[in-house]
């Protein structure tokens, strides 16, 4: 039972590169999230969906692009890598039907931009 | 908006003491609330979660936590610390009954737990 799976897990950019993580889950939930972690300021909420198609911003969107075309799949892209997006990434997922509220995270990626 | 404000970014126990990991909420209506654990190059995963009913609620690995609605607060303890504890800790909290699911998180509290 693989969960929620992220890829890459580790990524070195240069300033200006482009890259797509991807998020997969095998849980059929509707929602997914993106997140970042920076040393002091916990997991900060990037974009979300709320199902296949759909996507919205979170907090800290700018610099990112997501889609959402296939409802296990949810990708987080940067067109145009800066020093300021060395972080980790944590994409997550949840239920619809069943509002538990939890979240069930991956193991992370870890991106620097040098 | 909800917020959460961890006090403490670093705790030290000796194994066997008592844990106590603070968590305090601002939320204009009763919220859903989390305690997730991080252990080294690991995501997150869930240790205990609130969401209606009893207050004091049980999770696993020994932890506890209980929301005091009157203190904003859900306090994670656990009676021994075990030196498997040693993680960083994220209290979170979501609005119930809304579209969007998302979590906010606190900083977070990295336990380390002595021999």
């Known amino acids: 039972n693989a969960g929620v799976t992220q890829t890459p897990k580790f990524r070195v950019l240069k300033t200006g590169q482009s890259m797509t993580l991807l998020c997969a889950q095998d849980?059929?939930?509707?929602?997914m999230y993106w997140y970042r972690q920076d040393p002091g300021m916990g997991l900060r909420l990037i974009h979300y969906?709320?199902?296949?198609?759909?996507?919205a911003k979170g907090e800290v969107p700018d610099g990112y692009n997501v889609s959402r075309l296939k409802k296990q799949n949810f990708l987080l892209g940067l067109e145009s890598a800066a020093p300021s997006q060395t972080s980790v990434y944590f994409c997550?997922?949840?239920?619809?039907?069943?509002?538990?509220?939890?979240?069930?995270f991956g193991e992370g990626s870890r991106l620097t931009v040098l | 908006a909800q917020s959460v404000t961890q006090l403490g970014s670093h705790v030290s126990v000796s194994e066997g003491a008592l844990v106590l990991l603070r968590c305090n909420y601002s939320?204009?209506?009763?919220?859903?609330l989390f305690w997730y654990v991080q252990y080294p190059n690991q995501g997150l995963q869930l240790l205990l979660k609130?969401?209606?009913?009893?207050?004091l609620v049980k999770g696993i690995n020994g932890f506890e936590a209980e929301f005091k609605k009157s203190e904003t607060s859900f306090h994670l303890t656990k009676p021994s610390a075990h030196m498997s504890d040693a993680a960083e800790y994220f209290c979170?909290?979501?609005?119930?009954?809304?579209?969007?699911?998302?979590?906010?998180f606190g900083s977070g509290t990295r336990l380390q737990v002595q021999p």
């Open positions: 849980m059929n939930h509707e929602y």
């Open positions: 939320s204009s209506v009763p919220p859903y």
């Open positions: 969906s709320v199902g296949e198609g759909t996507t």
């Open positions: 979170a909290v979501r609005k119930p009954n809304t579209g969007r699911r998302a979590l906010t």
């Open positions: 609130y969401t209606t009913g009893a207050t």
């Open positions: 997550a997922s949840s239920y619809q039907t069943a509002d538990t509220g939890e979240l069930f």
